[in-house]
């Protein structure tokens, strides 16, 4: 395989472990002309799934895609690439499992199951995808998802409480006010 930073050709792999339920291997690999280690995948060729897009349209099931909104969501929050990896190709997996029968699949279907695995792994990473995928236009809209969301959840119900008995987070009106 040619090495992305030196070009040449000649590589040993490192490590090899199988993603995606067994439809996938992923392989770590040196170069032995410069030392750059890479990854490279390889997966079974299927008929490709299809995206339905909002407006109708179809296009291939893009995994780049997903992840791409996915590190996006979860920038500068305490999850690795890995997880990260794990959660797209999980996300991968189920939207295959949906679209097997005609290979399609609808782009709400596949941004709902992203936001169902954020949600179970982080929580501000879930809300920041939220406001993207579901068009967020006003704060209220925020404080509706934040409010669903703990509602949902058994370990934010309530009030929740800093180490000083203080609610960290601004009350609705609060914020609709522009009050601290």
Same mark, same amino acid.
């Given at each position: ?21 067994g ?42 895609? /997903?992840?791409?909104? *996915? ?5 500068? #929050?305490?999850? !690795?690439?890995? %997880?990260?990896?794990?959660?797209? &190709? ?17 782009s709400a279907a ?8 954020l949600a ?18 006003? /704060?209220?809209e925020? *404080? ?5 969301? #703990?509602?949902? !959840?058994?370990? %934010?119900?309530?009030?929740?409480? &800093? ?10 009106d ?7």
């Amino acid at each position: 395989m040619r090495c992305p930073h030196c070009g040449g050709f000649d590589d040993k792999v490192i490590d090899s472990r199988t993603l995606a339920n067994g439809d996938a291997i992923r392989r770590r690999r040196e170069c032995c002309n410069c030392g750059y280690r890479f990854t490279s995948y390889e997966r079974t060729e299927d008929k490709q799934l299809m995206v339905i897009k909002r407006s109708g349209r179809r296009e291939p099931f893009d995994r780049i895609k /997903i992840e791409r909104g *996915v590190t996006h969501a979860l920038e500068k #929050r305490p999850v !690795s690439h890995m %997880t990260i990896e794990q959660l797209v &190709n999980e996300v991968e997996d189920l939207a295959s499992m949906v679209g097997k029968v005609n290979h399609e699949i609808d782009s709400a279907a596949i941004g709902d199951l992203v936001l169902e695995k954020l949600a179970a792994l982080d929580k501000v990473g879930y809300i920041r995808f939220a406001s993207v995928y579901r068009h967020f236009g006003t /704060i209220d809209e925020f *404080v509706k998802e934040i409010q669903k969301m #703990r509602e949902s !959840s058994p370990h %934010t119900k309530g009030n929740s409480q &800093n180490s000083n008995g203080e609610n960290p987070v601004m009350q609705e009106d609060q914020i609709s006010n522009n009050k601290p």
